[in-house]
């Protein structure tokens, strides 16, 4: 298994700021991977952290709007820039194993007003 | 594009009844199939992993199998207890490197 640190668990934030969400594993892990949940939605994979290359990011999400740090194996970071009521959601950091299985943080819920 | 699909989006039950939870998705070509459990707010716990050459795994109270043929899996949970009362999500994996599909999830209510 793997355990996973997400800060801050919550936050409230104004339109227009920005909110970085740290993600620390207790283990070395080549891919740390960051998702979106939005009210009442399932998750939907927003990008892909490497050590030492730049994220890799799906559909729909930019790398302006959601900048990624990955600067060692147990660590990365992701921002939510110039935030509006549509970032309300929970963030979610996850890591995998040898892509067998997937184990998650424990979440960053965030409201924007 | 692989969609996966539960249901029921939501079940309430009374306390010890067994229950079965549902998944398909819509290309049987898998790699693998986790299931998870959400409680409000919070991250995923993963529950069970099953890899594409396997029919079930078990875990205590739960049991999951998968039928790759028919795109199917199911979640059974034993004995039903108020603390099993959790959204139930499960996801695939298409190829080894791919990422999870998710599904939207099943509102577990377990009555005292």
């Known amino acids: 298994s793997a355990v996973i640190s997400q800060k801050p668990s919550r936050d409230i934030c104004q339109r227009g700021t920005s909110l970085t969400i740290q993600c620390q594993v207790d283990?070395?892990?080549?891919?740390m991977f960051w998702y979106r949940q939005q009210p009442g939605q399932s998750l939907t994979l927003i990008a892909t952290?490497?050590?030492?290359?730049?994220?890799?990011?799906e559909s729909g999400f930019v790398i302006d709007k959601f900048p990624i740090s990955r600067p060692n194996l147990t660590f990365s970071t992701l921002t939510v820039s110039n935030m509006s009521p549509e970032d309300s959601s929970i963030y979610l950091c996850?890591?995998?194993?040898?892509?067998?299985?997937?184990?998650f943080g424990q979440g960053t819920r965030l409201t924007v007003v | 594009k692989q969609e996966v699909t539960q249901i029921p989006a939501a079940l309430s039950v009374p306390e010890g009844e067994n229950l079965v939870l549902n998944c398909s998705f819509t290309?049987?070509?898998?790699?693998?199939l986790q299931w998870f459990r959400q409680d409000p707010g919070k991250g995923l716990t993963s529950l069970l992993l099953?890899?594409?050459?396997?029919r079930e795994q078990t875990s205590g109270r739960l049991n999951a199998s998968l039928d790759k043929s028919s795109g199917r899996s199911t979640l059974y949970i034993a004995a039903s207890q108020p603390g099993d009362s959790a959204t139930y999500l499960c996801?695939?994996?298409?190829?080894?490197?791919?990422?999870?599909?998710f599904g939207a999830g099943t509102i577990l209510r377990v009555k005292s």
């Open positions: 996850s890591v995998e194993r040898r892509y067998t299985e997937a184990f």
């Open positions: 283990s070395q892990v080549t891919m």
């Open positions: 952290a490497n050590q030492g290359s730049e994220a890799t990011y």
């Open positions: 290309d049987s070509a898998i790699y693998n």
């Open positions: 099953i890899q594409s050459s396997q």
């Open positions: 996801a695939v994996r298409r190829e080894y490197g791919n990422k999870l599909v």
